[in-house]
């Protein structure tokens, strides 16, 4: 009995990250379309974008080496 409960177990957990996997994609494509139509109507550069993805890039970082909370200017809050 305790191994059919183990197996549901992860069939469930499979299960889910299925579904994760699945959600993750769309939203990724969802993303994709929203920065190629800002690039295709000149909102946004590729550069711009580039350079804003390194900046947050760098504060996550930054963020996990300072125990202090700061802001996106990198200021103690």
């Known amino acids: 009995m305790e191994n059919k409960n183990i197996s549901m177990d992860i069939m469930h957990m499979m ?3 299925g579904d994760m996997k699945d959600e993750h994609y769309r939203n990724t494509l969802a993303i994709s379309t929203i920065i190629e ?3 295709d109507k000149g909102i ?3 550069e711009e ?7 947050l890039d760098q504060f996550i ?11 996106m200017k ?3 809050q």
């Not at 974008?49 to 900046?55: H, M, P, R, V």
């Not at 970082?61 to 802001?71: G, V």
């Open 15 to 17: 299960a889910k990250l």
């Open 37 to 39: 139509l800002l690039v």
């Open 44 to 46: 946004l550069t590729r």
């Open 49 to 55: 974008l580039a350079i804003k993805a390194d900046e």
């Open 61 to 71: 970082i930054s963020r996990k080496k300072t125990p202090t909370s700061m802001n």
């Open 74 to 76: 990198g200021e103690a």
